[in-house]
Nanobody
Framework: QLVESGGGLVQAGGSLRLSCVPS????????MGWFRQSPGKEREFVAG???????KYADSVKGRFTVSRDNAKSALDLFMNNLKPEDSGVYYC????????????????????WGRGTQVTVSS
């Protein structure tokens, strides 16, 4: 299981940092990432990191969000800058096994472990 922290309420243009750690065990050789879901919308991929340190971002967050991974702790952080109201939603930490250690899992159906989520609200 994965545990997220760091969500909250922020004004547009502000910044937040989300953190994710496993409640037990490790995610050795797993791809890890962040997904988000807004009311009435499907859960979507935001950003992720492969075991080998390859990064992948959704087009909507490129240049504003940065993901960081600590393999020794199976920890994953998401640094969100210049936040917009459309970034609001529940953010979920996720892990899945990729075909290659350099791949980032970005499809929800390939995720094996989810966190419970943390709410991010960006006010205009």
């Amino acid at each position: 299981q994965l545990v997220e922290s760091g969500g909250g309420l922020v004004q547009a243009g502000g910044s937040l940092r989300l953190s994710c750690v496993p409640s037990s065990g490790s995610y050795y050789m797993y791809s890890m990432g962040w997904f988000r879901q807004s009311p009435g919308k499907e859960r979507e991929f935001v950003a992720g990191a492969s075991w080998m340190g390859t990064f992948k971002y959704a087009d909507s967050v490129k240049g504003r969000f940065t993901v960081s991974r600590d393999n020794a702790k199976s920890a994953l952080d998401l640094f969100m800058n210049n936040l917009k109201p459309e970034d609001s939603g529940v953010y979920y930490c996720a892990a899945g096994r990729a075909r290659m250690a350099t791949d980032v899992v970005s499809a929800s159906e390939n995720i094996e472990s989810w966190g419970r989520g943390t709410q991010v609200t960006v006010s205009s």
